[in-house]
């Protein structure tokens, strides 16, 4: 996992871990500063343009932040929330229709939530420039990324454009 990814993740799972998770729980988010176009694309695994369809609880989606404080009970029930996309064009790693992003935000089976300020609110039907961080189907985003709305990201896909072209096939 890339490590700006990581280290924000680190510091909203030091949040919670300070907050608790048994209750309607928010996150300060803390970013060092927004990368570059450049360093957001060699970072990124996945970078893609999609329109944002829904979000939904699932089951059996670990997170990291929730684990840590299961304290070994390992029958505690909860769902993670995921963003559906539907993807328009692929800047980097990938080819398939759809992605899933998978948030920082569980729920409980008792319906109480632990929420981070690093997460971000897409609106059902809005284009979005996706930067995506992970491996496999495991992919996530968050406030300290480039990911914005289409309509705000008039300059990252200039040079989106400038670095696809500059690629050599194969590379």
Known sequence: MDMRFTRVLFICALGLLVSGLFTQNAVACVCDTTPTVDAAYREASAIFEGRFVRAEYRKGIKNQFREMHLDGDKDIDYEVLVYKFEVTNWWKGGTSREIILISDQTRS???????????????????????????????????????????????????????????????
């Open 109 to 171: 089976k008792d319906g109480s939530e632990s929420v981070s300020d690093c997460g971000l609110g897409f609106e059902e039907g809005h284009q979005y420039l996706v930067y995506a961080y992970g491996s496999g189907d495991d992919f996530g985003s968050g406030a300290c990324t480039r990911t914005a709305s289409l309509r705000g990201a008039a300059k990252d896909l200039r040079r989106l454009k400038s670095i696809a072209h500059s690629r050599k096939p194969g590379s």
